[in-house]
DNA sequence: ATGTCAATAAATATCGATTTTTTATCTGGA
DNA sequence: TCCAGATAAAAAATCGATATTTATTGACAT
């Protein structure tokens, strides 16, 4: 097949991995739902395999579950799991960031004040949750533990699933965060473990009270 | 296609999973190799598909990378990624055993003993080693933290290939390895998570040096 | 009403062939 | 000799069709 209007970049499995997980993590396709292949080829407008094949690969990044013989479903949500996470992501992020500090150097710190610029400086809401969560990673990006680096971007985003599904009644809460994020940063370049580590914490801790409180029930 | 001979249980894709891990576990495809679909199918007897599904399901337990429009490799080993492994794998551990010890009852209490006793009883190596798996994840299995259990049962995995790779070397080490398992199973009854915890990662951490020093180069 | 069993429908899993992409090989010119 | 570009071989990705399995429905006996 020639297509010549538009210069395909990547695998259409590839295609199929990033639109499904879009589509998990901002509630499109909800938690708990069946995945069914043919429903999915239409509506990503390509074949079974790689339909399949995104979904096998998701399986990684805990948003899709696979039971043999009966197919793929979209992970469930919880409170548990809500707050499973949120302790897990606390205990790892610490761990992370607490090595980064360990092995500070001048490069580690340039990447920080040029992520935090980025991130303060994103123009809309899409760009700015990308750099966020770049700003995010690039705290614990010293640690170098990539294992560990892996378990802290997944757990990121199983967190942000949590957010869109608390978005759906959200009203406003009063909190400085780029306050929070200045914190952290100085904390970080500050080289103060402690200080810089308790600063994250709080950071995450206080979105988590704010969104188990939106979430109500589940 | 009827198969009146052998009842077969799973699916080819299950199935060539086990096999594709099991291979990558014991370094009968070695670290860092590429996987051809092709070579692989006809090893299994199989189709591609199915080969192809179960490479993308053994990304999530992180021996299989995958590179886009490359195919797939068994995941490469290094000093480095053992001793990250080591580590991470000590800090989950204690924190999963720590939380297990202190919401313990006596229906872990009683899994324990079992799952302890079913080690030692062990009639050859195999069952051992299923058993020994089996004992450690039972320590582990009472904090109630199902993903913090799925990053234990992974890392075990991922450590017990470098256990193959250093066997080629292996003399044999002078260590009471039964005591020690007595010791933690002991200190879990007695609900001491600090006697607990530190029986349990001088456990990994004496395999850890003694693996270090076979492993030589690498 | 209720539960079982067969028949049907739906969905998953798998195969075999084709297309696309990558990798290896060859050739001619600087 | 060595590098660029073309060509051939190999491998990965994808498709479309088929086989297998699971889920659903409805009739029938309890």
């Not at 969104?211 to 589940?218: A, C, E, T, V």
Request: net charge neutral.
């Amino acid at each position: 097949m020639i297509d010549s209007t538009s210069g395909k970049e990547t695998s259409a499995t590839h295609a199929a991995y990033l639109s499904l997980r879009e589509m998990i993590l901002t509630g499109v396709l909800p938690a708990g739902e069946k995945l069914k292949i043919e429903q999915l080829r239409k509506l990503l407008e390509t074949g079974a395999s790689p339909v399949r094949e995104a979904l096998s690969l998701l399986t990684s990044d805990m948003l899709v579950e696979r039971i043999d013989q009966r197919g793929f479903r979209a992970a469930p949500a919880s409170r548990a799991n809500f707050e499973e996470i949120l302790n897990l992501r606390c205990a790892l992020e610490d761990m992370a960031f607490r090595q980064s500090i360990a092995q500070a150097d001048s490069d580690w710190e340039e990447r920080l004040v040029l992520s935090h610029h980025r991130m303060i400086r994103a123009a809309n809401k899409p760009n700015f949750e990308i750099a966020h969560k770049v700003f995010h990673m690039t705290l614990l990006s010293n640690a170098a533990s990539p294992m560990l680096e892996r378990y802290c971007s997944q757990l990121y985003d199983l967190n942000i699933r949590y957010r869109y599904l608390a978005a759906a009644a959200a009203n406003y809460q009063r909190r400085d965060i780029s306050a929070e994020h200045i914190d952290i940063l100085n904390a970080a370049i500050g080289r103060n473990a402690d200080v810089a580590s308790k600063a994250l914490l709080t950071h995450y801790r206080l979105t988590g009270a704010y969104l188990s409180k939106q979430l109500g029930d589940l």
